[in-house]
């Protein structure tokens, strides 16, 4: 059960899911390259494990997705959810 949406990218697990971290194994399956994983990672941790609130971790994002432009992506979910995102 998702109380809230899931940013792309990001796995759950759980009955009352919690973020777990990055599909890698999708990702690589779907030819996305190693470095591109990784700033992905690195997009996971900013917005999950750094503590920080979800304007600050958006504005750390905004500089990651210029060495990494599926961050974007992660972006423009979030500027579109309604529900919020599960954290």
Do not use: H, W
């Amino acid at each position: 059960y998702l109380p809230q949406d899931l940013p792309p990218f990001v796995t759950a697990a759980g009955n009352m899911a919690r973020p777990y971290g990055i599909n890698s194994e999708g990702l690589k399956r779907r030819g996305f390259s190693p470095e591109t994983i990784n700033g992905l990672k690195q997009a996971y941790r900013t917005l999950y494990r750094r503590g920080l609130g979800l304007e600050e971790a958006r504005r750390e994002l905004e500089s990651q997705a210029e060495d990494c432009p599926p961050v974007r992506e992660i972006l423009d979910f979030l500027a579109r959810t309604k529900r919020g995102i599960i954290r």
